[in-house]
């Protein structure tokens, strides 16, 4: 999993972890999913 170490975290569940990063960080590495498998909602 490429963009963010903080984001991301395979050794847990969940693994996808956005309070741990600013909300810039998220989005662009959302945005830059090559499988386009993630995807996010501003609330």
Known sequence: MRGSAKLFNLKRKPWIIP???DVA???KVI???P???LHYRHK
Do not use: L, P, Q, Y
């Open 19 to 21: 309070d741990e990063v």
């Open 35 to 37: 499988s386009g498998a």
């Open 31 to 33: 945005d830059t999913c």
């Open 25 to 27: 960080t998220v989005v």
